[in-house]
């Protein structure tokens, strides 16, 4: 620091043997290897321009004792103020610079890291639960021979709902991992016929919650793509609202379903009369591994923004007091006679 403060004082007794190009030039080569010490030493931005001016009022000081006469005084402390000022210009311009690179290279370096363990997480995932869902599909098969051999079995049911649950559970783990679409082509399939499906296989959860279902849908509508992970989507969100609804002290639990043609889109608004989502946890929900559930992953609306936005749509939230809506917009690949 005393050093710098030399080579200043330096220049500001030398500066009437320059030219005004040579002078900026000298002042701009210090104020750049000043401020490349404070960044590499961490020194606050603030301290080092207090510490600068602090030197510009001791050598005013100095001036103040010289006798100078006022006009000989007064142009004096006019090309002191001119260096000064460019010396911090420089100096803080170049700090800002160089603090701004750190930052972008601490973010790119924290945005590889997590891509890195998104794509460990996938490949983890996929090797463990192909090898999870071998002895469930046998489980699976052999409950549908039970119930064929022994119709009256109690709790048979019961035990095929909870495996369903549990190969839905697994499956949105799955939907991390790319090498789940390898071998799989896009298919064309009915979104309303989809909407009964994944009605049909939430009846359970439905029918305990005591949710009302209120429907509005469009004429059949044709989408192009990977209709199970579409359904897994659907499952996901209207699986979300429920168990909102079950925490919920409404007496009139109701999710309601419709769907609006915008252009060569379809838009599907799922709504439920739950507590509002407050604006700051809206910002968070599609991210990965945020979550408000005890024993939640934070990967559902992930996983659910990752298959959207795969299949060129959008998925987005809205919530206000009277209910909160999550709204998905698909590409149409056709409308059925």
């Given at each position: 620091?005393?050093?710098?403060?030399?080579?200043?004082?330096?220049?500001?007794?030398?500066?009437?043997?320059?030219?005004?190009?040579?002078?900026?030039?000298?002042?701009?080569?210090?104020?750049?290897?000043?401020?490349?010490?404070?960044?590499?030493?961490?020194?606050?931005?603030?301290?080092?321009?207090?510490?600068?001016?602090?030197?510009?009022?001791?050598?005013?000081?100095?001036?103040?004792?010289?006798?100078?006469?006022?006009?000989?005084?007064?142009?004096?402390?006019?090309?002191?103020?001119?260096?000064?000022?460019?010396?911090?210009?420089?100096a803080v311009s170049h700090y800002s610079e160089a603090k701004n690179k750190i930052i972008e290279e601490k973010t790119m370096h924290i945005d590889s890291t997590h891509q890195d363990r998104l794509t460990l997480l996938g490949q983890m995932t996929s090797s463990f639960i192909h090898e999870f869902r071998n002895p469930l599909?046998?489980?699976?098969?052999?409950?549908?021979?039970?119930?064929?051999?022994?119709?009256?079995?109690?709790?048979?049911?019961?035990?095929?709902?909870?495996?369903?649950?549990?190969?839905?559970?697994?499956?949105?783990?799955?939907?991390?991992?790319?090498?789940?679409?390898?071998?799989?082509?896009?298919?064309?399939?009915?979104?309303?016929?989809?909407?009964?499906?994944?009605?049909?296989?939430?009846?359970?959860?439905?029918?305990?919650?005591?949710?009302?279902?209120?429907?509005?849908?469009?004429?059949?509508?044709?989408?192009?793509?990977?209709?199970?992970e579409i359904r897994q989507v659907l499952i996901n969100i209207i699986f979300n609202a429920i168990d909102v609804l079950n925490h919920d002290e409404n007496p009139n639990p109701t999710i309601e379903i419709n769907s609006s043609l915008e252009n060569q889109f379809i838009k599907i608004n799922i709504s439920n009369n739950g507590?509002?989502?407050?604006?700051?946890?809206?910002?968070?929900?599609?991210?990965?591994?945020?979550?408000?559930?005890?024993?939640?992953?934070?990967?559902?609306?992930?996983?659910?923004?990752?298959?959207?936005?795969?299949?060129?749509?959008?998925?987005?939230?809205?919530?206000?007091?009277?209910?909160?809506?999550?709204?998905?917009?698909?590409?149409?690949?056709?409308?059925?006679?």
């Open positions: 620091m005393h050093d710098n403060g030399e080579a200043l004082l330096e220049v500001l007794l030398n500066m009437h043997k320059m030219t005004e190009k040579e002078l900026l030039d000298i002042i701009e080569k210090l104020a750049i290897e000043v401020s490349e010490e404070r960044v590499l030493a961490d020194i606050n931005l603030g301290d080092f321009v207090y510490n600068v001016n602090l030197g510009r009022t001791v050598l005013y000081s100095q001036l103040s004792t010289t006798g100078l006469p006022w006009a000989s005084l007064q142009e004096a402390l006019n090309k002191v103020n001119f260096c000064f000022d460019k010396f911090l210009y420089y599909t046998s489980v699976q098969g052999f409950i549908q021979l039970l119930k064929a051999d022994y119709p009256e079995m109690k709790y048979l049911d019961i035990i095929s709902s909870e495996l369903d649950q549990l190969n839905f559970r697994i499956s949105q783990f799955l939907l991390l991992s790319k090498k789940e679409l390898i071998g799989k082509e896009k298919d064309d399939f009915n979104l309303n016929t989809l909407v009964e499906e994944v009605l049909n296989f939430l009846y359970p959860s439905i029918l305990d919650g005591k949710v009302k279902i209120r429907k509005e849908l469009r004429e059949d509508i044709i989408l192009n793509g990977y209709a199970d507590p509002v989502i407050p604006a700051e946890l809206r910002k968070s929900i599609f991210e990965p591994f945020f979550t408000t559930k005890k024993l939640g992953t934070g990967l559902g609306l992930f996983v659910c923004k990752e298959i959207i936005e795969k299949h060129k749509g959008k998925l987005d939230c809205d919530s206000s007091p009277d209910k909160t809506t999550f709204s998905i917009l698909l590409p149409i690949a056709a409308l059925t006679p």
